[in-house]
Protein backbone atom coordinates (compact mmCIF):
# COMPACT_ATOMS: atom_id res chain seq x y z
CA UNK A 1 0.00 0.00 0.00
CA UNK A 2 0.86 3.93 -0.79
CA UNK A 3 -0.41 6.65 -0.01
CA UNK A 4 -2.25 6.70 -3.40
CA UNK A 5 -4.23 3.66 -2.27
CA UNK A 6 -4.88 4.40 1.00
CA UNK A 7 -6.20 7.49 0.21
CA UNK A 8 -8.23 5.46 -2.84
CA UNK A 9 -9.33 3.02 0.01
CA UNK A 10 -10.98 6.41 2.14
CA UNK A 11 -12.54 7.35 -0.86
CA UNK A 12 -14.00 4.10 -1.38
CA UNK A 13 -15.51 3.42 2.28
CA UNK A 14 -16.59 7.08 2.32
CA UNK A 15 -18.92 6.02 -0.49
CA UNK A 16 -20.12 3.05 0.81
CA UNK A 17 -21.13 4.36 4.30
CA UNK A 18 -22.86 7.24 2.36
CA UNK A 19 -25.08 4.85 1.17
CA UNK A 20 -26.20 3.48 4.86
CA UNK A 21 -30.02 3.99 4.44
CA UNK A 22 -29.61 6.21 8.00
CA UNK A 23 -27.78 9.12 9.38
CA UNK A 24 -24.26 7.89 11.11
CA UNK A 25 -23.40 9.89 14.16
CA UNK A 26 -19.97 10.80 14.38
CA UNK A 27 -19.11 8.06 16.49
CA UNK A 28 -20.15 5.57 15.17
CA UNK A 29 -19.20 6.90 11.51
CA UNK A 30 -16.00 6.61 12.44
CA UNK A 31 -16.34 3.38 13.86
CA UNK A 32 -17.47 1.75 10.97
CA UNK A 33 -14.95 3.95 9.03
CA UNK A 34 -11.71 2.35 11.36
CA UNK A 35 -12.78 -1.15 10.94
CA UNK A 36 -13.24 -1.34 7.43
CA UNK A 37 -9.91 0.68 6.70
CA UNK A 38 -8.03 -1.12 8.96
CA UNK A 39 -9.28 -4.56 7.38
CA UNK A 40 -8.63 -3.64 3.61
CA UNK A 41 -4.95 -2.65 4.46
CA UNK A 42 -4.49 -5.45 6.71
CA UNK A 43 -5.37 -8.00 4.09
CA UNK A 44 -4.19 -6.12 1.11
CA UNK A 45 -7.34 -5.73 -0.02
CA UNK A 46 -9.55 -2.92 -1.84
CA UNK A 47 -12.82 -1.81 -0.38
CA UNK A 48 -15.24 -3.64 -3.07
CA UNK A 49 -13.60 -7.20 -2.41
CA UNK A 50 -13.94 -6.88 1.14
CA UNK A 51 -17.55 -5.60 0.88
CA UNK A 52 -18.35 -8.99 -1.39
CA UNK A 53 -15.91 -10.59 1.43
CA UNK A 54 -18.19 -10.28 4.35
CA UNK A 55 -21.86 -9.54 1.87
CA UNK A 56 -21.64 -6.15 3.61
CA UNK A 57 -23.99 -4.78 0.47
CA UNK A 58 -27.10 -7.19 1.08
CA UNK A 59 -26.91 -5.65 4.92
CA UNK A 60 -27.74 -2.38 3.24
CA UNK A 61 -30.18 -4.18 1.02
CA UNK A 62 -32.06 -4.89 3.78
CA UNK A 63 -33.26 -1.55 4.96
CA UNK A 64 -32.81 0.45 8.26
CA UNK A 65 -33.56 -1.61 10.94
CA UNK A 66 -30.67 -2.38 13.32
CA UNK A 67 -28.41 -1.53 10.37
CA UNK A 68 -25.43 -0.13 11.90
CA UNK A 69 -25.26 -2.80 14.78
CA UNK A 70 -25.49 -5.37 11.79
CA UNK A 71 -22.44 -3.95 9.99
CA UNK A 72 -20.73 -3.51 12.93
CA UNK A 73 -20.94 -7.03 14.70
CA UNK A 74 -19.99 -8.56 11.13
CA UNK A 75 -16.82 -5.98 10.81
CA UNK A 76 -16.33 -6.80 14.90
CA UNK A 77 -16.00 -10.27 13.45
CA UNK A 78 -13.51 -10.05 10.62
CA UNK A 79 -11.36 -7.61 12.36
CA UNK A 80 -10.93 -9.09 15.76
CA UNK A 81 -11.74 -12.73 15.26
CA UNK A 82 -10.14 -13.28 19.15
CA UNK A 83 -12.97 -10.95 19.97
CA UNK A 84 -15.05 -12.43 23.18
CA UNK A 85 -17.03 -10.73 26.01
CA UNK A 86 -15.02 -8.57 28.71
CA UNK A 87 -12.17 -7.68 25.99
CA UNK A 88 -13.07 -4.28 25.08
CA UNK A 89 -11.85 -1.66 22.20
CA UNK A 90 -12.47 1.28 21.09
CA UNK A 91 -13.20 3.70 17.90
CA UNK A 92 -11.00 6.51 16.76
CA UNK A 93 -10.73 9.26 13.78
CA UNK A 94 -9.03 7.56 11.27
CA UNK A 95 -5.36 9.63 10.86
CA UNK A 96 -4.87 9.80 6.74
CA UNK A 97 -1.21 10.59 5.72
CA UNK A 98 -1.04 13.03 2.96
CA UNK A 99 2.46 13.57 3.44
CA UNK A 100 5.21 11.53 5.04
CA UNK A 101 7.49 12.39 7.07
CA UNK A 102 11.13 12.56 6.34
CA UNK A 103 13.30 10.20 7.14
CA UNK A 104 16.73 11.14 9.22
CA UNK A 105 19.97 10.27 7.63
CA UNK A 106 22.26 9.77 9.90
CA UNK A 107 23.63 13.31 9.92
CA UNK A 108 22.02 16.20 12.00
CA UNK A 109 21.37 19.47 9.93
CA UNK A 110 19.45 21.99 12.65
CA UNK A 111 18.38 25.18 10.93
CA UNK A 112 18.35 26.67 14.25
CA UNK A 113 20.58 26.24 17.30
CA UNK A 114 18.62 27.73 20.87
CA UNK A 115 21.32 28.40 23.92
CA UNK A 116 20.10 28.93 27.21
CA UNK A 117 21.93 32.52 28.32
CA UNK A 118 23.48 30.36 31.28
CA UNK A 119 24.88 28.04 29.03
CA UNK A 120 26.75 30.23 26.09
CA UNK A 121 29.78 30.30 27.12
CA UNK A 122 30.42 26.44 28.67
CA UNK A 123 33.37 24.89 26.35
CA UNK A 124 30.93 21.70 25.76
CA UNK A 125 28.37 24.51 23.96
CA UNK A 126 30.78 25.87 21.65
CA UNK A 127 32.43 22.05 20.63
CA UNK A 128 29.03 21.43 20.03
CA UNK A 129 27.63 24.26 17.68
CA UNK A 130 31.46 24.05 15.87
CA UNK A 131 29.81 20.95 14.16
CA UNK A 132 26.89 23.46 12.16
CA UNK A 133 28.38 26.62 10.68
CA UNK A 134 25.59 27.33 8.81
CA UNK A 135 22.86 26.87 11.97
CA UNK A 136 21.15 30.13 13.11
CA UNK A 137 22.05 30.54 16.89
CA UNK A 138 20.28 32.38 18.81
CA UNK A 139 20.84 32.80 22.70
CA UNK A 140 17.55 32.89 24.48
CA UNK A 141 16.98 33.25 28.75
CA UNK A 142 14.84 29.69 29.01
CA UNK A 143 13.66 27.19 26.98
CA UNK A 144 10.12 27.79 28.19
CA UNK A 145 10.24 31.55 26.65
CA UNK A 146 10.59 30.40 23.06
CA UNK A 147 8.31 27.12 23.61
CA UNK A 148 5.14 28.23 22.60
CA UNK A 149 6.27 30.56 19.82
CA UNK A 150 7.75 27.53 17.77
CA UNK A 151 4.55 25.36 19.17
CA UNK A 152 2.12 26.87 16.39
CA UNK A 153 2.19 24.00 13.89
CA UNK A 154 -0.23 20.41 14.15
CA UNK A 155 1.43 18.24 16.43
CA UNK A 156 2.00 15.13 14.17
CA UNK A 157 4.05 18.18 11.87
CA UNK A 158 5.92 19.45 14.94
CA UNK A 159 7.04 16.07 15.35
CA UNK A 160 8.27 15.73 11.73
CA UNK A 161 10.12 19.01 12.08
CA UNK A 162 11.65 18.50 15.70
CA UNK A 163 15.34 18.15 14.08
CA UNK A 164 15.21 21.84 12.70
CA UNK A 165 15.29 23.07 16.15
CA UNK A 166 18.27 22.11 18.54
CA UNK A 167 17.78 23.61 21.98
CA UNK A 168 20.83 23.91 24.55
CA UNK A 169 19.86 23.93 28.29
CA UNK A 170 21.17 23.99 31.77
CA UNK A 171 18.84 20.89 33.65
CA UNK A 172 18.43 21.75 36.94
CA UNK A 173 15.84 18.98 37.80
CA UNK A 174 14.70 15.80 37.29
CA UNK A 175 18.33 14.35 36.70
CA UNK A 176 17.58 10.44 37.49
CA UNK A 177 14.01 9.43 38.08
CA UNK A 178 12.51 6.01 38.45
CA UNK A 179 11.22 4.08 34.72
CA UNK A 180 7.67 4.89 34.41
CA UNK A 181 5.72 1.26 34.99
CA UNK A 182 1.85 1.08 34.75
CA UNK A 183 0.57 0.26 38.04
CA UNK A 184 -0.41 -3.64 38.02
CA UNK A 185 2.70 -4.11 36.26
CA UNK A 186 5.58 -5.46 37.40
CA UNK A 187 8.96 -2.80 37.48
CA UNK A 188 12.26 -4.35 36.40
CA UNK A 189 13.49 -1.60 38.58
CA UNK A 190 15.63 0.74 36.39
CA UNK A 191 16.11 3.99 36.39
CA UNK A 192 15.93 6.74 33.74
CA UNK A 193 19.43 9.56 33.34
CA UNK A 194 17.46 12.13 31.94
CA UNK A 195 20.19 13.40 29.64
CA UNK A 196 18.15 14.86 26.77
CA UNK A 197 15.03 14.89 24.57
CA UNK A 198 14.13 13.78 21.09
CA UNK A 199 15.23 10.88 19.06
CA UNK A 200 15.73 11.46 15.59
CA UNK A 201 14.79 8.17 14.38
CA UNK A 202 11.14 7.94 13.52
CA UNK A 203 9.44 4.17 14.51
CA UNK A 204 6.03 3.97 14.39
CA UNK A 205 5.69 2.13 17.33
CA UNK A 206 7.05 5.58 19.37
CA UNK A 207 5.59 7.01 22.21
CA UNK A 208 7.73 10.13 22.06
CA UNK A 209 5.07 10.75 18.77
CA UNK A 210 1.93 11.58 20.97
CA UNK A 211 4.06 12.47 24.47
CA UNK A 212 5.98 14.92 23.18
CA UNK A 213 4.88 18.88 23.09
CA UNK A 214 8.65 19.66 22.42
CA UNK A 215 9.59 22.09 19.04
CA UNK A 216 12.79 20.21 18.96
CA UNK A 217 15.62 18.56 20.52
CA UNK A 218 16.74 19.44 23.73
CA UNK A 219 20.11 18.71 24.97
CA UNK A 220 21.76 19.44 28.21
CA UNK A 221 25.30 21.44 28.02
CA UNK A 222 25.89 21.01 31.93
CA UNK A 223 26.55 17.60 31.72
CA UNK A 224 29.80 17.75 34.64
CA UNK A 225 26.59 18.88 36.62
CA UNK A 226 24.88 15.46 36.71
CA UNK A 227 28.17 13.90 38.43
CA UNK A 228 27.07 14.90 42.25
CA UNK A 229 23.92 13.30 41.57
CA UNK A 230 24.66 10.80 40.12
CA UNK A 231 27.24 10.15 42.91
CA UNK A 232 24.29 10.45 45.28
CA UNK A 233 22.68 8.60 43.76
CA UNK A 234 25.48 5.70 43.73
CA UNK A 235 25.73 6.13 48.05
CA UNK A 236 22.66 5.73 48.86
CA UNK A 237 21.66 2.68 46.86
CA UNK A 238 21.49 -0.69 48.83
CA UNK A 239 22.48 -2.60 46.05
CA UNK A 240 23.10 -2.98 42.30
CA UNK A 241 21.17 -0.49 40.08
CA UNK A 242 20.56 -0.16 36.49
CA UNK A 243 20.28 2.89 35.03
CA UNK A 244 20.28 4.42 31.03
CA UNK A 245 19.89 7.21 28.70
CA UNK A 246 17.79 5.51 25.93
CA UNK A 247 14.47 6.25 27.23
CA UNK A 248 13.98 9.95 25.92
CA UNK A 249 16.31 9.97 23.27
CA UNK A 250 18.77 7.11 21.83
CA UNK A 251 21.66 7.10 23.64
CA UNK A 252 24.57 7.15 20.58
CA UNK A 253 22.52 8.81 17.85
CA UNK A 254 24.10 12.15 18.61
CA UNK A 255 26.99 11.21 19.94
CA UNK A 256 29.72 12.30 17.66
CA UNK A 257 28.23 15.89 18.45
CA UNK A 258 27.52 15.46 22.12
CA UNK A 259 30.40 13.36 23.21
CA UNK A 260 28.56 12.65 26.15
CA UNK A 261 28.96 8.34 26.39
CA UNK A 262 32.74 9.07 26.66
CA UNK A 263 31.96 11.75 29.56
CA UNK A 264 29.50 9.29 31.41
CA UNK A 265 31.89 6.24 30.64
CA UNK A 266 34.80 7.61 32.76
CA UNK A 267 32.99 9.12 34.80
CA UNK A 268 31.27 5.98 35.74
CA UNK A 269 34.57 4.19 37.10
CA UNK A 270 34.05 5.75 40.13
CA UNK A 271 31.10 4.33 41.34
CA UNK A 272 30.15 1.16 43.04
CA UNK A 273 26.45 0.14 42.66
CA UNK A 274 25.34 1.83 39.01
CA UNK A 275 25.44 -0.10 35.89
CA UNK A 276 25.07 2.35 33.53
CA UNK A 277 23.05 1.05 29.97
CA UNK A 278 23.63 2.83 26.80
CA UNK A 279 20.60 1.86 24.35
CA UNK A 280 20.52 2.59 20.95
CA UNK A 281 19.41 1.39 17.28
CA UNK A 282 22.17 2.42 15.72
CA UNK A 283 25.90 1.45 14.75
CA UNK A 284 27.24 4.92 16.03
CA UNK A 285 29.80 3.34 18.65
CA UNK A 286 33.10 5.58 18.06
CA UNK A 287 32.80 7.13 21.12
CA UNK A 288 32.73 3.62 22.70
CA UNK A 289 35.58 2.51 21.03
CA UNK A 290 38.03 5.61 22.12
CA UNK A 291 36.84 4.78 25.66
CA UNK A 292 38.16 2.02 28.16
CA UNK A 293 34.96 -0.20 28.81
CA UNK A 294 34.22 -0.73 32.90
CA UNK A 295 32.35 -3.60 34.33
CA UNK A 296 29.36 -1.15 34.67
CA UNK A 297 28.82 -0.11 31.55
CA UNK A 298 26.32 -2.08 29.09
CA UNK A 299 26.11 -1.18 25.61
CA UNK A 300 22.29 -2.56 24.55
CA UNK A 301 20.58 -2.86 21.14
CA UNK A 302 16.93 -2.47 20.23
CA UNK A 303 16.34 -5.37 18.26
CA UNK A 304 14.17 -6.25 15.63
CA UNK A 305 12.96 -8.47 12.65
CA UNK A 306 14.55 -7.35 9.32
CA UNK A 307 10.73 -6.80 8.40
CA UNK A 308 9.86 -4.88 11.18
CA UNK A 309 13.42 -3.07 11.16
CA UNK A 310 13.27 -1.67 7.20
CA UNK A 311 9.40 -1.03 7.51
CA UNK A 312 8.67 0.66 10.48
CA UNK A 313 12.18 2.10 12.55
CA UNK A 314 12.81 5.05 9.34
CA UNK A 315 16.37 6.14 9.94
CA UNK A 316 17.72 3.63 12.43
CA UNK A 317 20.65 1.43 11.16
CA UNK A 318 19.99 -2.20 9.68
CA UNK A 319 19.69 -5.22 11.87
CA UNK A 320 22.60 -6.14 10.51
CA UNK A 321 24.65 -3.10 11.42
CA UNK A 322 22.96 -3.33 14.60
CA UNK A 323 24.50 -6.67 15.41
CA UNK A 324 28.18 -5.91 13.61
CA UNK A 325 28.54 -2.66 16.07
CA UNK A 326 27.50 -5.21 18.95
CA UNK A 327 30.24 -7.43 18.26
CA UNK A 328 32.87 -4.77 17.87
CA UNK A 329 31.41 -3.24 21.42
CA UNK A 330 32.07 -7.01 22.54
CA UNK A 331 35.32 -7.61 21.43
CA UNK A 332 36.46 -4.07 23.38
CA UNK A 333 35.32 -5.23 26.24
CA UNK A 334 32.04 -3.80 26.63
CA UNK A 335 28.71 -6.33 28.26
CA UNK A 336 25.97 -6.36 25.73
CA UNK A 337 22.04 -5.86 25.88
CA UNK A 338 19.42 -6.59 23.85
CA UNK A 339 15.67 -5.21 23.49
CA UNK A 340 13.46 -7.39 21.68
CA UNK A 341 10.43 -4.43 22.13
CA UNK A 342 7.99 -4.18 20.60
CA UNK A 343 7.76 -7.68 19.40
CA UNK A 344 5.26 -7.52 16.82
CA UNK A 345 2.70 -10.55 16.20
CA UNK A 346 2.42 -10.69 12.48
CA UNK A 347 1.99 -13.22 9.62
CA UNK A 348 5.68 -15.27 9.52
CA UNK A 349 7.00 -13.59 12.92
CA UNK A 350 7.46 -16.77 14.44
CA UNK A 351 10.24 -17.73 11.87
CA UNK A 352 11.30 -14.34 11.91
CA UNK A 353 12.23 -13.52 14.84
CA UNK A 354 13.56 -17.36 15.95
CA UNK A 355 15.45 -16.22 12.70
CA UNK A 356 17.03 -13.20 14.19
CA UNK A 357 17.93 -14.89 17.97
CA UNK A 358 19.44 -17.22 15.80
CA UNK A 359 21.72 -14.42 13.71
CA UNK A 360 22.23 -12.52 17.34
CA UNK A 361 23.15 -16.16 19.96
CA UNK A 362 25.36 -18.36 17.01
CA UNK A 363 28.11 -15.42 17.40
CA UNK A 364 29.82 -17.19 20.43
CA UNK A 365 31.40 -12.85 21.20
CA UNK A 366 27.85 -11.82 21.60
CA UNK A 367 26.83 -15.04 23.48
CA UNK A 368 29.89 -14.92 26.08
CA UNK A 369 28.79 -11.49 26.56
CA UNK A 370 25.41 -10.59 26.59
CA UNK A 371 24.28 -9.39 30.20
CA UNK A 372 20.59 -8.83 29.22
CA UNK A 373 17.83 -9.87 27.46
CA UNK A 374 14.31 -8.06 27.79
CA UNK A 375 11.27 -9.14 26.06
CA UNK A 376 8.17 -6.76 25.46
CA UNK A 377 5.05 -6.54 22.85
CA UNK A 378 3.48 -3.82 20.78
CA UNK A 379 1.30 -1.36 23.07
CA UNK A 380 0.20 1.88 22.46
CA UNK A 381 -1.96 4.39 24.11
CA UNK A 382 -4.88 6.02 22.80
CA UNK A 383 -3.85 8.69 20.30
CA UNK A 384 -0.37 7.15 19.15
CA UNK A 385 -1.79 4.93 16.72
CA UNK A 386 -3.36 7.90 14.81
CA UNK A 387 -0.76 10.45 14.83
CA UNK A 388 1.45 7.55 13.23
CA UNK A 389 -1.21 7.45 10.23
CA UNK A 390 -0.93 10.55 10.07
CA UNK A 391 3.19 10.74 9.34
CA UNK A 392 3.24 7.46 7.90
CA UNK A 393 1.17 5.44 5.18
CA UNK A 394 2.93 2.19 6.19
CA UNK A 395 0.70 1.35 9.54
CA UNK A 396 -0.17 -2.13 9.51
CA UNK A 397 2.20 -2.81 12.27
CA UNK A 398 -0.64 -1.85 13.85
CA UNK A 399 -3.76 -3.48 11.92
CA UNK A 400 -2.31 -6.90 11.60
CA UNK A 401 -2.96 -7.98 15.14
CA UNK A 402 -5.60 -7.63 17.71
CA UNK A 403 -5.31 -5.15 20.02
CA UNK A 404 -7.77 -4.89 23.19
CA UNK A 405 -7.86 -2.33 26.02
CA UNK A 406 -6.16 -3.36 29.19
CA UNK A 407 -6.67 -2.10 32.89
CA UNK A 408 -4.36 0.21 32.25
CA UNK A 409 -5.54 1.93 29.16
CA UNK A 410 -3.06 0.87 26.98
CA UNK A 411 -3.77 -1.43 23.96
CA UNK A 412 -2.08 -4.53 24.14
CA UNK A 413 -2.29 -7.67 22.13
CA UNK A 414 -4.33 -10.49 24.60
CA UNK A 415 -2.93 -11.95 27.34
CA UNK A 416 -2.96 -15.81 25.37
CA UNK A 417 -0.65 -13.94 22.68
CA UNK A 418 1.54 -12.41 25.05
CA UNK A 419 2.17 -15.12 26.62
CA UNK A 420 2.75 -17.60 23.70
CA UNK A 421 5.46 -15.17 22.21
CA UNK A 422 7.38 -14.39 25.36
CA UNK A 423 7.55 -18.39 25.88
CA UNK A 424 8.55 -18.91 22.50
CA UNK A 425 11.41 -16.01 22.50
CA UNK A 426 12.84 -17.56 25.97
CA UNK A 427 12.73 -21.03 24.31
CA UNK A 428 15.01 -19.94 21.70
CA UNK A 429 17.47 -17.59 23.59
CA UNK A 430 17.82 -20.68 25.84
CA UNK A 431 18.75 -23.31 22.95
CA UNK A 432 21.90 -20.90 23.13
CA UNK A 433 22.07 -19.70 26.21
CA UNK A 434 21.04 -21.25 29.54
CA UNK A 435 21.69 -18.54 32.01
CA UNK A 436 21.60 -14.69 30.39
CA UNK A 437 18.90 -13.21 32.53
CA UNK A 438 15.92 -12.26 30.33
CA UNK A 439 12.72 -9.79 32.01
CA UNK A 440 9.60 -8.29 30.50
CA UNK A 441 8.86 -4.80 29.95
CA UNK A 442 5.32 -3.99 30.86
CA UNK A 443 3.69 -7.16 32.22
CA UNK A 444 2.22 -8.55 35.66
CA UNK A 445 4.46 -10.15 38.18
CA UNK A 446 2.15 -13.32 37.02
CA UNK A 447 3.13 -13.34 33.64
CA UNK A 448 6.92 -13.10 35.05
CA UNK A 449 6.05 -15.72 37.57
CA UNK A 450 4.64 -18.42 34.79
CA UNK A 451 7.24 -17.97 32.46
CA UNK A 452 9.70 -19.04 35.07
CA UNK A 453 11.59 -14.77 35.10
CA UNK A 454 13.80 -13.75 38.43
CA UNK A 455 14.71 -10.84 39.34
CA UNK A 456 18.24 -9.31 38.40
CA UNK A 457 20.70 -10.22 41.06
Not at 28 to 36: D, G, S, T
Not at 311 to 321: F, K, L, Q, S
Not at 330 to 350: E, Q, S, T
Amino acid sequence: MDIHKNNQVETEIEEFLSRVPIRLGVNKYNELKRLLYEICLRDSISCGILLKNLRLEEIILEGKNDVFHKLKKRLIWARYPSFKGGLKTRASTLGICRFESPSWNGMLSPKKIFIEKSVRNYTWTNDFIYNFPSADIREIETFRDVEKSLSKMKHAQRYSARQDNIFLVKNKDAFIKSCPCTKKYKSCAYWVLNIGFGCPIDCSYCFLQLYSNSPGIILPANIEDYYEYIRDFDKRARGKIRIGTGEFTDSLAFDRYTKYSRLLISFFKELKYLTLELKTKTSEIGGLLDSAPNDNIVVSWSMNTDIISDRYERGADTIAERISAAIKAARKGYKIGFHFDPIVFYRGWHADYKNIIARIFSNNILNNNTAWISLGTLRYTPGLKEVAEERFFDNRIYYEGEFFIDDDGKFRYPEEIRKDIYGKMIEWVRAFNKSVWIYLCMEPKEMWSELGIQDWK
